[in-house]
Antibody, heavy 124, light 112 residues
Framework: EVHLVESGGGLAQPGRSLRLSCAAS????????MHWVRQPPGKGLEWVSA????????GYADSVRGRFTISRDNAKNSLYLQMNSLRPEDTAMYFC?????????????????WGQGTPVTVSS | DVVMTQSPLSLSVTLGQPASISCRSR???????????LNWFHQRPGQSPRRLIY???NRDSGVPDRFSGSGSGTDFTLKISGVEAEDVGVYYC?????????FGQGTKVEIK
């Protein structure tokens, strides 16, 4: 059974940083592209970033490009999101999500499983 | 970005009655591979989304057969043949054909 467990969320002041982690189990992590998707309180889903199986290709939403960095460690079955220069509008639940393919080039996406999410609040 | 437009945004349904949610795109979602990457997700209150339907009409394992997806090109529909209490929550369509992936605004389903 696919299991994705996010951690690292919390309260951060504007301009500060947080690093999210996602621990994966129940599937061959290194064979799949992975995503981060966020959901502001009471609002809909917003895709944030994606990374190919071998970290060779990645993509970011315009709203986070240049501030957030996605990475993975296949040996540790883990996905990460380094979030710098945080803004109040980054406040959201952050979900780690699995793609259905490894995606040598990140130019399409097909998400199947989601983690439970980790909450991030950016406020002074 | 490809805008996905869902309607209605809210639906109040009597138990056992059918429900239908529309999802429209201004751009065709047919990929050069011939696949159409249009998925439907269900999010119950306080939970993460769960995929119900992938590539327009394929039901995920464990999803009741009262759920069905249809459509092509730019117009897609999720149907529930007879709503049950566990079906409450928000339904999202998501396209993955064009970069970046985008979601519809969500349709909130409640029991009347």
């Amino acid at each position: 059974e696919v299991h994705l467990v996010e951690s690292g969320g919390g309260l951060a002041q504007p301009g500060r940083s947080l690093r999210l982690s996602c621990a994966a189990s129940g599937f061959s992590f290194g064979d799949y592209a992975m995503h981060w998707v966020r959901q502001p309180p009471g609002k809909g889903l917003e895709w944030v970033s994606a990374l190919s199986w071998n970290s060779g290709s990645m993509g970011y939403a315009d709203s986070v490009r240049g501030r957030f960095t996605i990475s993975r460690d296949n040996a540790k079955n883990s996905l990460y999101l380094q979030m710098n220069s945080l803004r109040p509008e980054d406040t959201a639940m952050y979900f780690c999500a699995k793609d259905t393919a490894l995606r040598d080039i990140i130019d399409l996406s097909d998400i199947d499983f989601w983690g439970q999410g980790t909450p991030v609040t950016v406020s002074s | 970005d490809v805008v996905m437009t869902q309607s209605p945004l809210s639906l109040s349904v009597t138990l056992g009655q059918p429900a239908s949610i529309s999802c429209r795109s201004r751009h065709s979602l047919v990929h050069s591979s011939g696949n159409t990457y249009l998925n439907w997700f269900h999010q119950r209150p306080g939970q993460s989304p769960r995929r119900l339907i992938y590539k327009v009409s394929n039901r995920d394992s464990g999803v009741p057969d009262r759920f069905s997806g249809s459509g092509s090109g730019t117009d897609f529909t999720l149907k529930i043949s007879g709503v049950e209490a566990e079906d409450v929550g928000v339904y999202y369509c998501m396209q993955g054909t064009h970069w970046p992936p985008t979601f519809g605004q969500g349709t909130k389903v409640e029991i009347k």
